[in-house]
């Protein structure tokens, strides 16, 4: 069970992780004007979908986290 929560943990920081390279490339094109300066946007983007999709299978033997994670992955795409 604590391997489990490790896991769960790690992902959850992956997320954050992904959408802080989304932002970071947002940013940089925003003040850069560049597309180069999308690449973290695009990388991030990517990513952050793979381990939502990851982590949901992780969790999914409890409704209350699934749920949350439905939550953040709406909000993320309303981003």
Do not use: C
């Not at 069970?1 to 940013?27: F, P, S, W």
């Not at 690449?39 to 949901?56: A, I, L, N, Q, W």
């Amino acid at each position: 069970m604590v391997d489990h929560t490790h896991k769960v943990i790690m992902h959850g920081n992956r997320l954050v992780a992904d959408m802080v390279n989304m932002e970071t490339g947002m940013r940089g094109f925003l003040v850069g004007g560049k597309d180069e300066f999308l690449e973290p946007y695009h990388e991030g983007k990517k990513d952050f979908s793979e381990m939502m999709r990851e982590t949901k299978i992780l969790v999914s033997d409890n409704p209350a986290q699934v749920s949350r994670l439905d939550s953040i992955e709406k909000l993320a795409n309303q981003w």
